[in-house]
């Protein structure tokens, strides 16, 4: 499919969705958790291991 990969570093997505610095990390995954069932009250489960995938192909969808 000659696709070309993009180097995303983190804080530059959790910028775009304005995520408080300074979190600890437990209370940082939960953030984005809620801020990703935000986005999409469809999705039927949203977990901390899922947050992180849907808010960076959000953000990749939005400005790449």
Request: charged fraction near 30%; charge should be positive; include cysteine.
């Amino acid at each position: 499919h000659e696709l070309i990969p993009t180097l995303i570093l983190p804080l530059t997505w959790m910028k775009h969705f304005d995520c408080p610095k300074g979190l600890k990390v437990q209370i940082r995954k939960k953030w984005l958790k809620d801020k990703a069932k935000e986005f999409y009250p469809e999705l039927k489960k949203v977990t901390l291991a899922t947050a992180d995938a849907i808010l960076i192909t959000k953000y990749v969808k939005e400005n790449v």
